[in-house]
């Protein structure tokens, strides 16, 4: 996914810009993205829902 959504996509001038850039996304990919085989959830909302029940137990 990363690839065809980031890196595929850009022409980046340098490997700072780069890795600031893939960094950006990869925050973006599991704050902001949903994905279906987590039931429209995002990776950190399904890691750390998890997270807060079994501390909760």
Not at 15 to 37: C, D, M, T, W
């Amino acid at each position: 996914t990363v690839k065809y959504e980031e890196v595929y996509l850009r022409v980046y001038d340098s490997v700072s810009e780069a890795r600031a850039s893939i960094a950006k996304y990869l925050a973006f990919y599991n704050q902001g993205r949903p994905h279906s085989s987590l039931d429209g959830r995002t990776p950190d909302e399904a890691y750390f829902g998890t997270q807060a029940m079994v501390m909760a137990a």
